[in-house]
């Protein structure tokens, strides 16, 4: 399956009269500000003059991290399988925010390091966990296919269900350390500039960190050019299946709210494979971890929020979907200066 086929340019002309109608709404010309200029892409997103973004469909991908071997992270990796279940018991930030949105919520077992015995798992394990790449490859390239497929078709399952916006998480202890790989790749930064605390660790383990990502970019030579070689020797099964259902959002011509560093890294993977894929996406909002503005800024993208987040587990994002809404429903639903009746300036 080509993942990238049947991605489209966004509708252009569909947001030039979207721009249009906006300035016939009962308000001063760019009074909405960056509202407006939502509005405006998601009329170019869909295609349609009156977008819908609800229901919103959460999907969070989960998988460990061979790399947490080296001491990267805060936390033991036992937490991904353990937060996953927390996922799936509703108690997790993502679980309230989807709530509060009225989200479809669905969790997905893309790499987890044990087996979880729950019912509400979408089991599609590749493997568990990846290897630890200072030492050998994260995967297999037939595995970073794989998983970036899976993302494909847990992404098109969603908007089949009525997803009319995807909002993609993750979780997977490690997986900081394997984005700050990936962006030092495609951004060509010293990784000094991209690592921050994750998990919450200290200066002494955030400097480990960078010679231990370092280490693993000389060692494993990933090819820039190349996002399924970056993604098979430095990347993690969650990131390859958040690329592949951004992918599939964009195929279907519906729009991606993207979180924080991890998520965006995916973005990033995904632009690289398909161009046109970075205009379906909207960036939910500005991350704490340091590497997440680079990543942004190769995007070509300006967050909705900055509240200081760096929880992952599509938290940002959701919290951001809000404002994506009001943007829709100021299109469909504002009048205008002749259906109410109100003078418009000369």
């Known amino acids: 399956m080509n993942v990238t086929a049947h991605i489209q340019p966004v509708d252009k002309e569909k947001g030039r009269r979207a721009r249009a109608y906006i300035d ?15 509005a405006v892409q998601l009329a170019e997103i869909t295609g349609e003059d009156f977008p819908l973004v609800t ?4 999907i969070i991908f989960a998988a460990d991290h061979g790399v947490v071997k080296e001491g990267v992270s805060a936390f033991p990796q036992e937490v991904t399988a353990q937060m996953v279940m927390n996922f799936v018991n509703g108690g997790a930030a993502i679980n309230v925010f989807s709530r509060q ?10 790499g987890v390091a044990a087996d979880i015995a729950a019912d509400g798992i979408v089991h ?3 493997r568990y966990g990846t290897g630890n790449f200072c030492e050998i490859d994260a995967m297999a390239r ?30 997977g202890i490690g997986n900081t350390t394997a984005s700050s790989a990936i962006v030092a790749v495609l951004s060509g930064k010293d990784v000094a500039d991209l690592v921050g605390r994750g998990t919450g660790i200290g200066q002494e383990t955030i400097v ?9 970019i000389e060692a494993r030579k990933p090819d820039k050019n190349d996002p399924i070689d970056i993604l098979a020797k430095l990347g993690g099964l969650e990131i390859a299946a958040i690329t592949g259902a951004i992918l599939a959002a964009a195929t279907h011509r519906v729009p991606i709210l993207i979180d924080g560093f991890i998520c965006t890294t995916a973005a990033l993977l995904a632009k690289e494979m398909c161009p046109d894929a970075v205009d379906y996406m909207v960036i939910g909002h500005r991350s704490a971890e340091i590497g997440h503005e680079a990543a942004v800024h190769l995007l070509g993208k300006k967050p909705i929020l900055d509240l200081g987040f760096r929880l992952g587990e599509a938290s940002g994002a959701a919290v951001a979907f809000p404002i994506l809404q009001s943007a829709a429903l100021m299109l469909k639903e504002m009048a205008t200066f002749d259906s109410a009746g109100v003078s418009n300036r000369k």
Do not use: W
């Not at 229901?55 to 959460?58: A, E, M």
């Not at 949105?101 to 893309?110: F, H, N, Q, R, S």
């Not at 794989?146 to 908007?159: K, T, V």
């Not at 916006?165 to 993750?170: D, H, N, P, R, T």
């Open 24 to 38: 016939t709404l009962t308000k001063p010309q760019g009074s909405l500000g960056r509202l407006e200029e939502l």
């Open 55 to 58: 229901p919103p469909g959460v």
């Open 101 to 110: 949105i009225g989200a479809m919520l669905e969790v997905v077992d893309v």
């Open 124 to 126: 599609k394990k590749v």
């Open 142 to 171: 037939e595995e970073a296919k794989q998983a970036l497929h899976i993302g494909y078709e847990r992404g098109e399952a969603m908007i089949h269900r009525g997803a009319k916006c995807l909002i993609l998480g993750e979780m």
């Open 208 to 216: 480990h960190k960078q010679k231990v990502i370092q280490r693993a």
